[in-house]
């Protein structure tokens, strides 16, 4: 684990921990506030994200960037990043090799960055993170307390694309993060 950011980057610049390291045009490593008091993430880079090398840029990081600014969420203030930080062929789920040989820089950014709250969107960010045992349809919408981090697990944004009850559920579970963000 690196204690500086300028070290943890240069570490990650030329990886090929994986197989997807084969096929990427950049690493999506994270966007944000270095200091936020929230991170959200997400599963891995599509096609958008791949070519600018920031996380949640294609449609449903646009999705999520309308619902922060109505529920006054500002991208600036919050840190993103993704399980995985090599776009996945396909946009399929990262294999679980490809997670856990990737794990270890997202958990030295949570190390650095010291989030209060971590959003959690989707089932594979919900079982990396707090374990295989989670369920994203029964534990979205519940705060689980995990060494002395809040985790609000949701829906992926790209799921709100299809359905729009879980759009709903996603702006409610947004709602309770607001709100913990003020207190
Ligand atoms: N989906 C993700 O999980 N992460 C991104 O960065 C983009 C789409």
Not at 68 to 82: H, K, L, S, T
Not at 88 to 110: F, K, T
Request: glycine share 8%; aromatic share 8%.
């Amino acid at each position: 684990m690196y204690d500086n950011w300028e070290e943890l980057e240069k570490s990650i610049e030329n990886c090929n921990r994986c197989r997807l390291c084969t096929n990427r045009k950049n690493i999506v490593f994270g966007v944000g506030n270095k200091e936020a008091k929230v991170m959200f993430i997400g599963e891995g880079p599509g096609a958008d994200e791949d070519i600018q090398g920031i996380p949640f840029v294609g449609k449903a990081g646009q999705l999520m960037n309308k619902c922060f600014e109505g529920i006054g969420i500002n991208r600036e203030d919050v840190y993103i990043a993704n399980i995985v930080k090599c776009r996945p062929p396909s946009n399929r789920v990262p294999e679980q090799d490809e997670a856990d040989a990737c794990l270890n820089y997202l958990r030295n950014q949570v190390i650095l960055v010291k989030p209060k709250i971590i959003v959690l969107l989707g089932s594979t960010a919900l079982k990396n993170i707090l374990g295989k045992e989670y369920g994203i349809t029964s534990a979205r919408g519940k705060w689980v307390e995990n060494k002395s981090i809040l985790y609000m697990p949701t829906w992926h944004p790209a799921a709100l694309l299809r359905d729009e009850n879980k759009k709903i559920e996603f702006w409610r579970d947004l709602k309770e993060v607001k709100k913990k963000m003020e207190q």
